[in-house]
Each structure stands twice: as structure tokens, then as C-alpha cells.
């Protein structure tokens, strides 16, 4: 009888990974796939090995080397030289491997430089993180002073390459930097949505900054958009729910006094809405008398449209005096909004806010009976150009027209020509009316 060859190492290091023909093919069709990344050949990808061949290489018959790529295959599964496999496993006690050869050695140090240059390359240069920073900069500076149209355009490019780059990179700091810029650039998109008219995308993008903010535990964003989720709300007749998330947003930790204040005009026009005259009046004075003066890196460090200037919140509070039916406060907040405007230089007069404070001066106006006047308060707003009409400045003309209807101006002619002037000028809006002649006034 022919002596039975000896056990290849092959054999025994089979054995010893206790290696099927299945797990073998497995592991040989995953060494397959590295073998072909380092070499930089994908035919070697598909490699694979038919069960009668594993059979005769662990045999001991095998007298020649396998075709390549088998070997280099082998190496890489075995970390030793596909010439020793073939050979008579060591019958040491130590089972000692053979030497290693160079090509072993060149082998592992390809590897290693393929994993390290696969680490390095999930990384995004510094000096991209701060052009993404310089644009969400510009885009929230610069808000009242460029159409929505091109703000929309701008912040959605912006979010996109933000998402990209977060595909890219695992370092933690710059990840917690980039979900930071993609929450802001939704929480733009969301105000420009509201301002163009489209209610549920601005509802989303709100939520998509939230979840943002959620992921890195940041305080003030995460606030930002809980307020806007909340004008959101009584914006289509939820106050009530309004009022839940104002009280979430004002819960989160790391508010300046812009954003308290900021709030605190959220929830007087949630109060409003729901009919609590006394605790909107209350929540006016809060917003004009935050006891502190903290920043945040949101609301105050980059401001603009994340900030709240002192001619917003008077505008903000008489839209909430018109709300509860005080024609004083409401033309007196209108008034004390368009005086600070008029400090400010004409190419840095934010139209959006100039033109939703004239008109509340108007319908505070129509509330004294004051048709020339409120005529006079709208004669600037009609100016404004189109693409810069938005659906807050639309919903106080709709209030505005309705006011018009009522009796004592029923037979006034200079009546019937404001209100088809306002339907005129809103017809040709890029935005649009939400609730038509039930308006809610919600714009902080």
C-alpha cells in the first residue's frame, strides 16, 4: 500500500480554523475582494474555488503552485507564503512557520498603506468646513436684504453639500461641526418656505433642523426650531399645540436673551390665538424685559435671520395686540418698528419686516375707523416687488381686506379702491395666502 502524503500546512491550518469547503469559499471570496483593492486589478475580485479543488489542495498532492491569483489568495488568508502551504506541515512541537519571504512582507505593508489611505480619505480639509460656516454665515446675514426665491436657492445648495460631506468624513469634531451647518441651513430653508407660502415644507425643514440639533445636543438650534414649529402651528390653527412647543423650546439649556426673547414673542401670539388677553399682554413685557444679557452662538454670534432685532419684535408684538383687538399698542409697536427702520440705511431696510410692520399700522388704523391713515401706512408696502411678498406681509392684507368689508366703510370709495388694490398687489405675489380671509397673523 502507497504511503498516504503527509499533511500539508494547508491541511493543518484548516483544520485548526475548523474550516468547511462553505466557510473556506466564504473566506477565500472575501480575501479575494482585498486582494483585488490592493493590487488595484478587479478581475481578482471575482476569484473563487470549486469544492473539488479544495479537496485536492489540502490533500497533500498538489505538486506545483496554483495559478494566480490563488496564491497571492492564500497569503493573504494565511499570512504565510503560498509556496509553504504546499509543503509538509512542521512536525515541531512549535509548530514554527516557514520564513517569511519579502513578497510576504511587501504584502502586509500594501495593506496596511491601503487601510491607512482609506482612514485618511474620510476626513473633509478644514478649510471646507469653514467655507461651509462663511456661507450660512452670509445666507442668515443677509436674509432680509436678498429675494426668498434666491435664499431658498442658496440655503438648499448649501444643506445638499453639507449632506455630502458628512458621507465623507468620521472624524467626530468635524461631523458635530457639519450636522451643526446642515440644522442651520434646514432652519433657513424653513423660514424661506414660510415666507414663500409653503407651509408643509417649512414644517419639515424645521423638523430636519431639530433632529440635527438632537444629534449633537445643541441647545439653541434645537430652540430655534421648536419656535418656528410653534408659529408653524398656530399658523394653521393648532395654538394650543403652539403653546406645547413653545414651552419645549424655552426648556432647552444654553439660551442668549435673544432667544429668550424671541420665545417669549412666540408664546404672546400662542396666547393670542387662544384667546388669553392677559397672559399675552404678560408675554409681551417679558419679551421686552429678558433679565439677563447671555448670548448663544445662534441667535447672537451669527444672528441675522437667527437673531431678533429690536424693530422685528416691535413688529412682532402689534400683530399680536391687533390679535387681542388693542389698536393702541398695536399702532403704537408698529409705529416704535418702522422709527427703528427708518434709523437704518435704505439698502439695509429688510422689506419683509418694513412692510408687515406698515401694514399692521394700517389695520391698527382701520381699527380707529382711520381710512386716510391706514391708506397713508400702505402707501410704501404696494412698492415692495414681487418676489419679495411674502406670506406674512399677504395674510395682514388679507386681514387688512377684510377689515375693509365691514360697515362703516361699506360706501366709502376710497375703500373699494384700497381693497382691490390689495387683492391686486397680492395676486401677483410669488407666495401665497394660507387661509385666505381667516388670517393668523403668525410672522414673528
Known sequence: MAPQPAPTLLKRLVDEAHQTYGTFVQDYQKAARKVADTRGD????????????????????????????APWILEHMYG?????????????TTRALPAIDES???????????HAEDAASLTVPDITLDR????????????????????YRTAKELLLDTQEKLDRTQVPRQREHLYLTAGQAAAMLSAVCFDLGALQPAVQHSRTAILYG????????????HGALAFLAYW????????????TAQGFGGLGATACSRLAVIEARTHAH????????QAIRDSLDIPHSNRDDLHDDIGGEFGFSSERLAMSNATTYL??????????????ALHLLDQRDAGSRPLLISSQAATDLARARLLRQELDGACDALAPVFDVPRDWRGAGVLERLAAARAQLTRPVFRTAAKATELGERIEEFSASSVSRNFRGSEPLALEP
Open 80 to 92: 504565510c507564503p503560498a509556496h509553504a502551504l504546499f509543503q509538509p506541515a512542521p512536525d515541531d
Open 132 to 151: 461651509l460656516r462663511d456661507t450660512i454665515l452670509d445666507i442668515a446675514r443677509t436674509y432680509n436684504s436678498t429675494s426668498p426665491p434666491e435664499v
Open 214 to 225: 438632537q444629534v449633537i445636543e445643541h441647545g439653541p438650534l434645537q430652540a430655534y426650531a
Open 323 to 336: 390679535l387681542i383687538g388693542d389698536a393702541t399698542g398695536a399702532e403704537e409697536a408698529a409705529t416704535q
Open 42 to 69: 478587479r478581475s481578482i475580485a471575482t476569484a473563487t474555488v470549486s469544492e473539488i479543488t479544495f479537496r485536492r489542495w489540502t490533500s497533500g498532492k498538489v505538486q506545483t503552485l496554483p495559478q494566480q491569483p
Open 274 to 281: 387662544l384667546g388669553d388677553h392677559e397672559q399675552a399682554v
Open 236 to 247: 394653521s390653527g393648532r395654538p394650543a399645540a403652539a403653546l406645547t412647543l413653545v414651552r
Open 104 to 114: 510576504e512582507l511587501t504584502m502586509t505593508a500594501r495593506d496596511a498603506a491601503a
